[in-house]
């Protein structure tokens, strides 16, 4: 075990030049060729060999009337340090594609709330921050959103957290938890009334998430909980354009994401009512295969959208 450790502890010491070294000398089975192939001396070759065999604690080459000839620990160290190789010269090729944009396309999936509040900030900052690759945004309901990113159609999802069974073989990483809030147009008889109770609502159309979205389970207990469970005119709707122009042509009552109307309540055009819903809409977050190792372009959009996040956070 001890040994074991001082291996572990003197791998640090390790240099690329010598893994290459090695591998030649490996490779061409001889010291003197090596040397012509690095473009160094033979006696540099034997210096930087031994140097190796003494961080590893270990003799990796054996000199014979045939050559050089692999150790039992050579020949293991050398699967091992070619398949280390291969794998540094793809990251640096990932990071030259990455750089120069070069066919590198990045598959997003979103939901309506992110698409109109976060990812356009987001897909900014990444593309300052010096991201060239071609972006693929996808919209549509969270759990279609999930099963798109395990057939490996998306890389990336910015969605909530679903059911555990969805969330099999996925790895969420949390951003924020978002509010349920209930717009209506700027001059909205409910507008100026100060803090209200939801029953007020049932005397207009009230347009709700439509069944079978993440968030309808929620609203349906909110709407149990304070008693207005049947209301009398509703429209069922996913599409944030339509619920944005009816709302504002209409004295309809919309209940929706905060998300979805952020820059709506910001910009002017509609207000939410002042209403105590203590209810959020769920976990927002990153959602990934767990056996994904992450590219360069979705590690520069992960990125963005925390500093988004953390941003709107400092502001709120």
Not at 119 to 143: F, Q, W
């Amino acid at each position: 075990m001890v040994l074991v450790m001082d291996m572990l502890m003197n791998a640090d010491r390790i240099k690329y030049r010598q893994v290459m070294c090695f591998l030649k000398v490996a490779e061409l089975r001889s010291f003197v060729r090596a040397a012509e192939a690095l473009n160094t001396t033979q006696p540099a070759v034997s210096k930087t060999i031994s140097e190796l065999e003494e961080a590893l604690g270990v003799t990796l080459l054996e000199r014979s009337r045939r050559g050089v000839v692999l150790t039992a620990a050579g020949e293991l160290f050398r699967r091992h340090g070619t398949a280390s190789l291969v794998a540094l010269r793809q990251g640096v090729e990932s990071l030259a594609k990455a750089k120069a944009g070069d066919g590198l396309r990045i598959a997003v999936g979103i939901l309506p709330t992110v698409a109109a509040s976060l990812m356009p900030r987001a897909i900014k900052r990444a593309k300052e921050a010096g991201l060239a690759a071609t972006v693929y945004l996808a919209t549509a309901s969270n759990d279609i959103l999930l099963q798109m990113l395990k057939q490996r159609q998306l890389d990336l999802v910015v969605g909530r957290f679903s059911d555990v069974t969805l969330m099999r073989d996925l790895a969420f990483e949390h951003l924020y938890s978002e509010q349920i809030v209930v717009v209506v147009r700027d001059g909205h008889p409910l507008l100026g009334a100060g803090r209200i109770e939801l029953e007020a609502i049932c005397h207009y159309t009230v347009l709700l998430p439509e069944r079978g979205s993440i968030i309808r389970p929620m609203v349906d207990t909110l709407l149990m909980s304070r008693g207005v469970a049947d209301l009398p005119d509703v429209i069922e709707t996913t599409s944030p354009t339509f619920g944005r122009a009816y709302v504002k042509i209409s004295d309809a009552v919309w209940i929706i994401s905060q998300g979805v109307v952020a820059d709506d309540l910001d910009s002017g055009g509609v207000g939410a009512l002042d209403i105590d819903l203590d209810v959020g809409a769920g976990p927002v977050g990153l959602t990934l295969r767990a056996d994904m190792a992450p590219n360069l372009g979705v590690e520069s959009i992960r990125q963005a959208l925390r500093a988004v996040v953390n941003e709107s956070k400092r502001l709120a």
